[in-house]
């Protein structure tokens, strides 16, 4: 089976500040981690993935597979990233992606 | 280009009504899904299409939910005897084709209430 866990369903922190949004999975293989971001009245959109190993609007997830973790960074957080956050596994060679339930981050001016 | 676009945005029922939820994929896009979004939840995988046929339906809840794509474009998710529990979002995604690094592109979604 596999599962994402995101502990925090709310974080606030102020523009210009570090903001870290953690993610931890479990599934028995490979997995390949993504990131989804979900911006006010928008549709749910692909930010990263890990194989990628790309920065993204200033984001990083570094997949960590000895803490099954794939915790999403940016070192100084801007308003406009206050979005709901969904970290997002999708299994071996299976299509099927499973989401964690999200994180609403909230950057304030 | 266009993204995926689903109908209607909003569709209000009564329990134990017959509703359909209409995907349109990206044209081109071989693999369609079908999500649902229930309140304080991330998207849940109900089945997946590639083509025209179903190739994983296992995500579907009961027999009460059926989704069809007769020309391997256009989807229809359809639910029987709606229950108050089915009230949620349900996502459309679709991608060019299934395979690791084919990103799905995700539909505004419906968001349905049963009373």
């Known amino acids: 089976a596999q599962r994402v866990t995101q502990p925090e369903k709310l974080l606030s922190v102020f523009k210009g500040a570090p903001v870290e949004l953690k993610c931890n999975y479990s599934y028995s293989g490979s997995p390949e981690l993504f990131w989804y971001v979900q911006y006010s009245r928008q549709r749910l959109q692909l930010l990263l993935r890990?194989?990628s190993r790309e920065s993204i609007k200033g984001f990083t997830a570094d997949l960590n597979k000895g803490e099954t973790s794939f915790h999403l960074k940016k070192p100084f957080a801007q308003e406009e990233d206050s979005a709901m956050y969904y970290c997002t596994l999708r299994g071996g060679s299976n299509y099927k992606l499973t989401f964690g339930k999200g994180t609403l981050l909230t950057v304030n001016p | 280009g266009a993204g995926v676009s689903q109908t209607p945005s909003n569709k209000v029922t009564e329990k134990g009504k017959y509703v359909e939820l209409r995907c349109d994929p990206i044209s081109g896009h071989t693999a369609l899904y079908w999500y649902r979004q229930s309140l304080g939840q991330g998207p849940e995988f109900l089945i997946y299409?590639?083509?025209?046929?179903?190739?994983?339906d296992s995500g579907l809840p009961n027999d009460r939910f059926f989704a069809v794509r007769p020309e391997g474009s256009v989807s229809t998710l359809k639910i029987q005897r709606t229950e108050r529990g089915d009230s949620a979002v349900y996502l459309c995604a679709s991608s060019l084709r299934q395979g690791s690094y084919n990103e799905q592109f995700f539909g505004p979604g419906t968001r349905l209430t049963v009373l």
């Open positions: 299409f590639q083509g025209t046929g179903a190739a994983d």
């Open positions: 890990h194989i």
